[in-house]
């Protein structure tokens, strides 16, 4: 960012925004997304979106352009959710939807907190949370799914992003000889988990193909493989693009774990670890990436956001949307995870001519 010339700021929670001004002191147009990943994960995911915003910056430089309004690239912390819940961290901070104070504090399955690790890295910033206040944001991803290519296209047009509800459950029950217990006499905390895991699938089923639903965590104890299990630590994933759907999902899911641990005289908690709505992106920016899709002659098709993103967070506050290109074999948080170089520059040349329409029109006009 600064051998592009830009101003950089890293704030509070460590997200990290640089300004490429404009002509007009106006509030800048954003792209961007994160860099950070899973454990298991690929070169693309999130990366993509950071890279190819310095691109546009890059090309605007060396063709001595500027828009109207400023340019900002942000570098959101902590999208994953992998290790400090919830997900998006960064970027619903910037937005007020989570209290600074509250993030820092959060800490991982080790008791270490967000504001040690920030701290430790030299990222916990001066900069205010929040700023600056962006006119806009797009952000530009591989699709993480196998539906553009399966359908033979080169864009997704996202419309919005489905509702995501993460629950962690705890399930106590009575650690005992696996060999001497009697089966009706057990309390087996690994059954109830397991059992969970089978429901889910089966709600799925059930609700039909919108609902998505999946046991990623489990943690037994004490892990032992002549032992029944005392305690089940596991989570579970819900995800629709329906708001209400959701909500019965949730119902059902804690109904049956209710009454899986009560028959197999086991106790259970819960908590969330991250909860949002489905989100719907700005119909004038979604139709803005079609007419400039259109206009490059790529194949594309309107879609939803099977993953949470930072633009969920960003619409919030602003009119947002988002990219998708490819992903082969529909494969990420994983290793393999890969995106053909024709696809990546496609994208990036789409961004760019999106960004320039949005930062370079009449202020408060039309796209």
């Given at each position: 960012?600064?051998?592009?010339?830009?101003?950089?700021?890293?704030?509070?929670?460590?997200n990290i925004?640089?300004?490429?001004?404009?002509?007009?002191?106006?509030?800048?147009?954003?792209?961007?997304?994160?860099?950070?990943?899973?454990?298991?994960?690929?070169?693309?995911?999130?990366?993509y979106?950071?890279?190819?915003?310095?691109?546009?910056?890059?090309?605007?430089?060396?063709?001595?352009?500027q828009?109207?309004?400023?340019?900002?690239?942000?570098?959101?912390?902590?999208?994953?959710?992998?290790?400090?819940?919830?997900?998006?961290?960064?970027?619903?901070?910037?937005?007020?939807?989570?209290?600074?104070?509250?993030?820092?504090?959060?800490?991982?399955?080790?008791?270490?907190?967000?504001?040690?690790?920030?701290?430790?890295?030299?990222?916990?910033?001066?900069?205010?949370?929040?700023?600056?206040?962006?006119?806009?944001?797009?952000?530009?991803?591989?699709?993480?799914?196998?539906?553009?290519?399966?359908?033979?296209?080169?864009?997704?047009?996202v419309?919005?992003?489905?509702?995501?509800?993460?629950?962690?459950?705890?399930?106590?029950?009575?650690?005992?000889?696996?060999?001497?217990?009697?089966?009706?006499?057990r309390?087996?905390?690994?059954?109830?988990?397991?059992?969970?895991?089978?429901?889910?699938?089966?709600?799925?089923?059930?609700?039909?193909?919108?609902?998505?639903?999946?046991?990623?965590?489990?943690?037994?104890?004490p892990?032992?493989?002549?032992?029944?299990?005392?305690?089940?630590?596991?989570?579970?994933?819900?995800?629709?693009?329906?708001?209400?759907?959701?909500?019965?999902?949730?119902?059902?899911?804690?109904?049956?774990?209710?009454?899986?641990?009560?028959?197999?005289?086991?106790?259970?908690?819960?908590?969330?670890?991250?909860?949002?709505?489905?989100?719907?992106?700005?119909?004038?920016?979604?139709?803005?990436?079609?007419?400039?899709?259109?206009?490059?002659?790529?194949?594309?098709?309107?879609?939803?956001?099977?993953?949470?993103?930072?633009a969920?967070?960003?619409?919030?506050?602003?009119?947002?949307?988002?990219?998708?290109?490819?992903?082969?074999?529909?494969?990420?948080?994983?290793?393999?995870?890969?995106?053909?170089?024709?696809?990546?520059?496609?994208?990036?040349?789409?961004?760019?001519?999106?960004v320039?329409?949005l930062?370079?029109?009449?202020?408060?006009?039309?796209?």
């Amino acid at each position: 960012m600064r051998e592009l010339g830009m101003q950089v700021s890293i704030d509070a929670i460590g997200n990290i925004v640089g300004i490429f001004p404009g002509t007009e002191d106006l509030p800048p147009v954003m792209v961007g997304s994160h860099i950070d990943t899973v454990r298991t994960g690929g070169l693309y995911d999130g990366n993509y979106g950071v890279l190819a915003g310095l691109e546009v910056v890059a090309t605007l430089r060396d063709a001595a352009l500027q828009t109207r309004r400023p340019l900002a690239v942000a570098v959101f912390t902590n999208e994953e959710g992998a290790r400090f819940q919830p997900d998006m961290m960064g970027s619903l901070v910037y937005v007020g939807g989570l209290p600074l104070q509250e993030a820092l504090e959060t800490r991982d399955a080790d008791g270490v907190s967000v504001h040690s690790e920030l701290q430790r890295m030299g990222y916990q910033g001066t900069a205010a949370v929040g700023a600056p206040a962006v006119d806009s944001f797009v952000e530009l991803h591989i699709e993480q799914g196998p539906v553009l290519e399966r359908l033979g296209l080169q864009i997704g047009v996202v419309e919005g992003v489905q509702g995501i509800s993460w629950t962690e459950f705890t399930v106590e029950g009575q650690s005992n000889h696996a060999g001497t217990t009697p089966m009706a006499l057990r309390h087996d905390a690994a059954l109830v988990a397991a059992q969970v895991a089978v429901f889910v699938r089966e709600l799925t089923v059930r609700m039909g193909a919108n609902q998505l639903a999946t046991v990623g965590a489990v943690r037994l104890s004490p892990n032992l493989v002549n032992v029944i299990a005392q305690k089940a630590v596991f989570t579970v994933d819900l995800r629709n693009t329906d708001s209400a759907a959701l909500a019965q999902a949730e119902r059902d899911l804690h109904a049956y774990v209710a009454q899986a641990t009560q028959t197999e005289g086991t106790r259970v908690s819960s908590r969330t670890l991250a909860r949002f709505e489905p989100v719907a992106f700005d119909p004038m920016v979604v139709n803005l990436v079609e007419q400039q899709t259109q206009a490059m002659g790529c194949s594309y098709h309107r879609m939803p956001s099977g993953a949470g993103h930072d633009a969920q967070m960003l619409a919030r506050v602003c009119r947002s949307a988002m990219i998708f290109v490819p992903s082969a074999g529909g494969l990420s948080h994983n290793v393999r995870e890969h995106t053909e170089p024709v696809d990546l520059h496609r994208g990036a040349q789409l961004l760019l001519q999106v960004v320039l329409a949005l930062a370079n029109r009449p202020t408060d006009g039309p796209f």
